[in-house]
């Protein structure tokens, strides 16, 4: 059982937002600002999408964005695309363990 | 372009030790933050296992500390992992990853299965 809750999928059609969740506590999500969120496609390296809540590395489409409310975090895809069909996988800083992760959301592009 | 690649047996039987080497392009390990190695049992999230920071100190996850043994070769900028005492339950993928100080894993690997089965 993963330390992260995530809904263990989501879907919408292209064009249409969707957003993911990712619940911790206050011992890791909720007390700090560093929530990632990852990209897997199956046969590729996994891709940072957002880090530190909300931030974008350069060369992430701005149709993604992150956010977080107390113990929640959240991955919104505006826009979908049929590209953005991938597992997603959210991340904390954890006071115990260090680094938690949660059990990733398929997303399906109708 | 940063670039990591993980290398080694695909099967280790139980009980033996699981060695895994990470090769890296693109950045010296000597300079980054933290080179993590990561796992993902299959069908499950992933599990952080421990980080080697560039001043060579070393961080485990708790629950794998007693198994789990992270080193780095700078000159050949790579690093390395070794499990002992290995069960079916350390079937995973194994990646190996750089990390910030904020605990960002900024680029994986693109991970490598490993079966612990007689």
């Known amino acids: 059982q993963s330390a992260l809750t995530q809904p263990p999928s989501a879907s919408g059609s292209p064009g249409q937002s969707v957003t993911i969740s990712c619940t911790g506590t206050s011992s890791d999500v909720g007390g700090y600002n560093y929530v990632s969120w990852y990209q897997f496609h199956p046969g590729r390296a996994p891709k940072l999408m957002i880090y530190e809540v909300s931030r974008r590395p350069s060369g992430v489409p701005d149709r993604f964005s992150g956010s977080k409310s107390g113990n929640t975090a959240s991955l919104t895809v505006s826009g979908l695309q049929a590209e953005d069909e991938a597992y997603y996988y959210c991340s904390s800083f954890a006071e115990i363990d260090n680094l938690v992760f949660g059990g990733g959301t398929k997303l399906t592009v109708l | 372009q940063v670039q990591l690649q993980e290398s080694g047996p695909g099967l280790v039987k139980p009980s033996e030790t699981l060695s895994l080497t990470c090769d890296v392009s693109?950045?010296?390990?000597?300079?980054?933050?933290?080179s993590a190695w990561i796992r993902q049992p299959p069908g499950k999230g992933q599990e952080w296992i421990g980080s080697?920071?560039?001043?060579?100190?070393?961080l485990y996850n708790p629950s794998l500390r007693s198994r789990v043994t992270i080193s780095a070769d700078t000159s050949k900028n790579q690093f390395s992992l070794k499990l002992t005492s290995v069960t079916a339950a350390d079937t995973a993928v194994y990646f190996c990853?750089?990390?910030?100080?904020?605990?960002?894993?900024?680029?994986w690997g693109q991970g490598t299965l490993v079966t612990v089965s007689s």
């Open positions: 693109g950045y010296s390990i000597s300079s980054a933050d933290y």
């Open positions: 080697f920071f560039r001043t060579g100190n070393i």
């Open positions: 990853a750089s990390v910030s100080t904020t605990w960002t894993v900024n680029y």
